[in-house]
């Protein structure tokens, strides 16, 4: 009789440990796009010591981006590039757009806070994984 009590008790306490156990796992956070608004300076994946320019994106909140790639080797060949966004629905992905209204790439958003921001596109051709990491 004894055994019949003992199982299901140790049933319950195992399923009751778990559910707290997978409950206090960290969740994805939401995508809070107030945040995008202001100039984003993309991390380089050059090697260190190898920095020769840099490349930010400026959002405006109201759907427009200056791309602008500056060249520190002082060859005066910054360019400056006029994009607009649009955001998914459930705005985690960006899809930015030339001054021709013609597609020109497009990231899911995997995470953004006031000072920090990841984008992930998968490529078509290769399945790799592009990784784009700015700072404000």
Known sequence: MKTRLIIPALSL?????FMMLNSSCK??????????????YQKSNAAP???????????DGAGNCVLKITDFIGS?????????????NDQTLITLYNEKKIYT???RIKKLTKSY???EN???NDGNVNVKEFMK
Not at 27 to 40: C, D, F, Y
């Open 27 to 40: 969740k994805e956070e939401k995508i809070n796009v107030n945040q995008l608004t202001g100039k984003w």
């Open 117 to 119: 921001m990841k984008w």
């Open 49 to 59: 010591g190898a920095v020769d320019g840099s490349v930010s994106y400026t959002f």
């Open 105 to 107: 790439e497009q990231y």
């Open 76 to 88: 005066g060949n910054d360019t400056t590039i006029n994009r607009t966004y649009v955001l998914s």
């Open 13 to 17: 306490v195992s399923t009751t440990f």
């Open 122 to 124: 998968e490529s078509p």
